[in-house]
């Protein structure tokens, strides 16, 4: 299964970035399609999952900067990323998942707040 992902770059503290990650339309429509981030030395953790009804869970570290958005007719996932600080710098995961079914990962893009 691909997960395409798309949109990391460096960006200066206070600015704005929008990734979006991309996969096939009936995985798209079963699965709650999310963003989960890596820093260097720290675990995986969520930044947000939307499922296939538009129900939203957001990582406490992110609520409020971050929003993500489904794209129904281009079967795409987008986090756009508000008011970016050094402790958001990590490797950005796109995910694919319905409970005891799927899990998919994409390969990951690099997101770095400096100055």
């Known amino acids: 299964v691909q997960l395409q992902a798309f949109g990391g770059g460096l960006v200066q503290p206070g600015g704005s970035l929008t990734l979006s990650c991309a996969t096939a339309?009936?995985?798209?429509?079963?699965?709650?399609m999310g963003w989960y981030r890596q820093a260097p030395g720290k675990q995986r953790e969520l930044v947000a999952t939307?499922?296939?009804?538009?129900?939203?869970e957001y990582g406490t570290s992110v609520e409020g900067r971050f929003t993500i958005t489904r794209d129904s007719a281009k079967n795409t996932v987008m986090l756009h990323m508000n008011d970016l600080n050094p402790e958001d710098t990590a490797v950005y995961y796109c995910n694919a998942q319905m409970k005891d079914v799927f899990d998919y990962w994409g390969q990951g893009t690099q997101v770095t707040v400096s100055s």
């Open positions: 939307c499922t296939d009804s538009g129900n939203i």
């Open positions: 339309q009936n995985i798209f429509w079963l699965a709650v």
